[in-house]
């Protein structure tokens, strides 16, 4: 079975400044699926970014951007140029492809992110 | 289009009581899951469907029942409302195999007392 780990339960960052927020995780899976989701106060569930494990390249979503070290398996996730909205409870998440367990996503337990102004 | 919609938002049960979680998608998603939400804890997964008719258990199904009757509604059954059934849940949606991850409802938060 596939576990996340999130190292981090709270993290915080001066506003405009950048930070980076950690995920490893364990599988045997050659070709996966990682996801980085925003839970702000309003609880709603956000996907920030997410990275085909066959993509060597790492994504980008304007201020957000991933570290994907497929060997260490570790993706991590940089903000830069934080905003006070920022400021909410981040998941890293695994989904393994089709035939798989591809029905459903696996969660770390989370990295809370305060952002000072 | 609304997404993934749930039902109520927040709820208090009595120790006992049973109630039903709505969860509705209009996105056509054939996979459909609820996930409960607990400090510490991240989410986890309680029951998933792949497909109407078709529900099966997750990590922590005990104490919930599921059913799929069709492919928008996605009920969750709490049977007899327990104390440690006091959680954040979450419905979701996905298509088998894209790599967008799932869409998430908005949550529901109960409280039993």
């Known amino acids: 079975a596939q576990t996340v780990t999130q190292s981090q339960p709270e993290m915080s960052v001066q506003e405009a400044e950048t930070v980076t927020l950690s995920c490893t995780y364990d599988?045997?899976?050659?070709?996966?699926?990682l996801f980085w989701y925003k839970q702000p106060p309003s609880r709603q569930m956000i996907l920030v970014i997410r990275q085909e494990a066959y993509k060597q390249q790492n994504a980008t979503e304007n201020r957000f951007s991933v570290n994907f070290q497929k060997a260490a398996k570790s993706f991590s996730l940089k903000i830069s140029d934080s905003q006070l909205g920022d400021a909410a409870m981040y998941f890293c998440?695994?989904?393994?492809?089709?035939?798989?367990?591809?029905?459903?996503?696996?969660f770390g337990k989370g990295t809370l992110l305060t952002v000072n102004p | 289009n609304a997404g993934v919609t749930q039902t109520p938002k927040f709820q208090v049960l009595k120790t006992g009581q049973s109630m039903t979680l709505q969860c509705a998608q209009d996105?056509?998603?054939?996979?459909m899951s609820w996930y409960r939400q607990d400090p510490g804890m991240g989410l986890r997964l309680i029951h998933y469907s792949v497909g109407a008719g078709i529900t099966d258990q997750g990590e922590v199904p005990n104490g919930y029942n599921v059913s799929r009757s069709t492919t928008e509604d996605f009920p969750l059954r709490l049977l007899s409302a327990a104390p440690s059934q006091t959680s954040v849940y979450f419905c979701?949606?996905?298509?088998?195999?894209?790599?967008?991850?799932?869409?998430f409802g908005s949550g529901t938060r109960l409280t039993v007392v």
């Open positions: 996105m056509n998603h054939e996979y």
């Open positions: 979701a949606s996905s298509t088998p195999g894209l790599n967008y991850g799932y869409t």
């Open positions: 599988t045997s899976e050659s070709d996966y699926y």
């Open positions: 998440a695994y989904r393994s492809p089709s035939g798989g367990s591809n029905y459903k996503l696996t």
